[in-house]
T-cell receptor, first 114, second 114 residues
Framework: KQEVTQIPAALSVPEGENLVLNCSFT??????LQWFRQDPGKGLTSLLL?????REQTSGRLNASLDKSSGRSTLYIAASQPGDSATYLC?????????????FGTGTQLKVEL | DGGITQSPKYLFRKEGQNVTLSCEQN?????MYWYRQDPGQGLRLIYY???????QKGDIAEGYSVSREKKESFPLTVTSAQKNPTAFYLC?????????????FGDGTRLSIL
């Protein structure tokens, strides 16, 4: 059974710092990996989707990498801002099984302080 | 604007009562999903549907039921058999075709026990 782990569970950084969030998964037979952002009491917003054949994806100050063989992904946030404060979740879609089913990690709660 | 609408935002259930959570999407997506989120945990899949009049159990379907009579709608009923229903419930949708389509989420319904 696929297990997805995110470390650290919580992170507090000063504004302007570059930071890395980690995601690891146990089954490397994946279609893709997604990073989401969740604000308190809200749903999830998709940030980046990396296909299994890709190594990384970039959107603005965000860069996500994927190393399928080692079962790891990182989300790099450059020049962090207080507005980046949220919980960040990664999720993987397995090749086996029907549907676009995702297995989620438990998230990293990020706080960017002034 | 296209999106996913969940209602109500907050819901309270009495002992022995069934309650229904609404999820409507106007994205013309074939697939819809229901997730449960507990504090400090990732999202867990309850049910999903890839086409009208068809749905599949997810990882934690016991105590829940769904229907998919229309493409736009995927209501979730939390039955009295679900002994620990207090959680944040998220609905999502996606395109089915192709392996690399992101899931889009609603803003959630928070269910509590009276």
């Amino acid at each position: 059974k696929q297990e997805v782990t995110q470390i650290p569970a919580a992170l507090s950084v000063p504004e302007g710092e570059n930071l890395v969030l980690n995601c690891s998964f146990t089954d490397s037979a994946i279609y893709n990996l997604q990073w989401f952002r969740q604000d308190p009491g809200k749903g999830l917003t998709s940030l980046l989707l990396i296909q299994s054949s890709q190594r990384e994806q970039t959107s603005g100050r965000l860069n996500a990498s994927l190393d399928k063989s080692s079962g790891r992904s990182t989300l790099y946030i450059a020049a962090s801002q207080p507005g980046d404060s949220a919980t960040y979740l990664c999720a993987v879609r397995l090749i086996t099984g029907g549907g676009n089913k995702l297995t989620f990690g438990t998230g990293t709660q990020l706080k960017v302080e002034l | 604007d296209g999106g996913i609408t969940q209602s109500p935002k907050y819901l309270f259930r009495k002992e022995g009562q069934n309650v229904t959570l609404s999820c409507e999407q106007n994205l013309n997506h074939d697939a819809m999903y229901w997730y449960r989120q507990d504090p400090g945990q990732g999202l867990r899949l309850i049910y999903y549907s890839q086409i009208v009049n068809d749905f599949q159990k997810g990882d934690i379907a016991e105590g829940y039921s769904v229907s998919r009579e229309k493409k736009e709608s995927f209501p979730l009923t939390v039955t009295s058999a679900q002994k620990n229903p207090t959680a944040f419930y998220l609905c999502a949708s996606s395109i089915v075709r192709g392996s690399n389509q992101p899931q889009h989420f609603g803003d959630g319904t928070r269910l509590s026990i009276l």
